[in-house]
């Protein structure tokens, strides 16, 4: 049956890579141009679908990183995974030019919304930082007076995402703070803990909106160090993306 | 296997529902814990995804695409409770 396009019905399309940036070592931007894109709230994501020439086919979720001022590309942060088809594609083989078949945005829960009065703790692990960017990029962008706070954990400081502008954003920014954890290497390597996010963090009173992404065991661990804490557990929104 | 959350299954919804899914509360038909979708812990691909209650760990949903047809299966789910 041929499908008809149903008014407000999530179709896939086809994207075009107009530029690719490096990250780290082992992540990259792709920088989207989606014709008919209706724009996105910060933290929903797109679906996105490779099919090889023998009808094989893989679907993948990514975060978008970008915020939408209305118009322009669209981006997203892939992290290459050591089994992974389709991040290893996207991350080492897509070039500027390639189409792309995608859909969306999609997801409404994990959003952070500029009208949102209350101050915002982000706490990333690894990868997911993607999400939480495109939040500070929209709230650097609609100049909101909600402090942000980013406690974003990665395994070395080579592995940090969006490094330099996160630097930049602090210097001109006096209503947000970011701190790193390191787990592997750097100055002090630790684990996320409940002094990290007890220093870092805000305190329940202040009734914050949190965001938590990243792999499975690093959500958990730091959404129970939160409702210990005090925090509200209809407070605190998580979002994961399998692993350890 | 890959544990996921309701947040993953908000694009094959999106082709099944006019309005967004995973803001949308569902009841467990187990224990009757109600919470946003996106909150369900959601395994997949097995061969589709399998979405339990985190309070109890029932299945309260399926989803499984095969190449022409999505296959939604709510026997756990005694509500679905949205904003129109």
Partial sequence: MVRTALPGRLTWQAATVTAVRAETPSARTLVLD??????????????LRLTAEDGYSAQRSYSIASDWPGSGPVEITVQRLADG????????VVQVGDRIELRGPIGGWF????????PVLLVAGGSGVVPLMSMIRDRGRVRGRQPFRLIYSVRTPEDACYADELKRRVRDDPGLD??????????????????????????????????????????????????????????????????? | MMELDGNALAGDLAEVFTVEMTSARFTC???????????????TPVPGAVARCPNCGDVVLTLVRTPTRVLLTLTGTARLDFPV
Avoid: M
């Avoid at chain 1, 499975?216 to 005090?230: C, P, R």
């Fill in chain 2, 29 to 43: 038909a187990g224990c009757r814990h109600a919470d946003e979708v996106a909150t369900l812990r959601v395994y």
């Fill in chain 1, 178 to 244: 970011v701190h790193f954890v390191h787990t592997r290497k750097g100055p002090d390597p630790k684990r996320i803990d409940v002094a990290t996010v007890n220093t870092y963090g805000w305190p329940p009173d202040f009734a914050p909106d949190v965001f938590v992404c990243g792999p499975t065991g690093f959500v958990e661990t730091v959404a129970d160090i939160l409702v210990a804490l005090g925090h509200d557990p209809k407070k605190i929104r998580t979002e994961r993306f399998g692993g350890k």
């Fill in chain 1, 34 to 47: 989606i014709p008919d894109w209706p724009g996105h709230l910060p933290g929903q994501h797109l679906d």
């Fill in chain 1, 85 to 92: 088809e389709v991040s290893s594609y996207l991350t080492d």
């Fill in chain 1, 111 to 118: 959003v952070w919304r500029s009208a949102q009065p209350a």
